[in-house]
């Protein structure tokens, strides 16, 4: 994906349609930015905020950091996905951003491109049975309280 970086680093709040029509998201296996990550595959069945971002984009260090305050103080697991982005920067990126949730690295895009993801930074919250239930792409203010609520209702049902 060479045209990746002009149309990923979005200053506009979007909605994607695409992720939100995807039946359910299979988690895959990709290289763990640190050591102590388990396998992607491992957080299959539980709900989760996936956290996609790359390292030549500033809006999305600046959303990791506001995504680790939310991180400490709910319920869920967060999991970041860096793309298009090399190995060695990534880390460094996760480091300076003090991050403490897991955090991998889809280089090629791969797997951001079969979900449908259409720019960074991107957020898309998945119940425990993969499917979509809400996602935002782009960066103009931090949705914190609405990602909070989306979280407190996917759990709220996954109780239910």
Not at 1 to 8: A, E, L, P, T, V
Not at 45 to 73: D, I, Y
Not at 108 to 116: E, K, T
């Amino acid at each position: 994906m060479r045209f990746f970086r002009m149309r990923f680093c979005l200053p506009v709040l979007l909605l994607s349609a695409t992720l939100m029509a995807a039946d359910q998201i299979q988690l895959r296996d990709l290289p763990a930015l640190g050591k102590n990550a388990p396998q992607l595959t491992s957080y299959a069945g539980k709900p989760l905020v996936l956290v996609f971002w790359a390292v030549w984009c500033g809006p999305c260090a600046a959303e990791l950091r506001e995504l680790q305050r939310v991180h400490r103080s709910e319920k869920i697991t967060f999991v970041g996905i860096a793309v298009d982005s090399p190995e060695k920067q990534a880390a460094r990126m996760v480091e300076k951003t003090g991050v403490s949730f897991a955090n991998y690295l889809d280089g090629a895009s791969i797997f951001a491109d079969a979900l449908g993801v259409s720019g960074v930074p991107s957020l898309v919250l998945i119940d425990g049975k993969g499917n979509v239930v809400w996602s935002q792409s782009g960066y103009s203010e931090f949705p914190e309280q609405d990602l909070k609520l989306q979280i407190k209702n996917l759990l709220k049902h996954s109780k239910e």
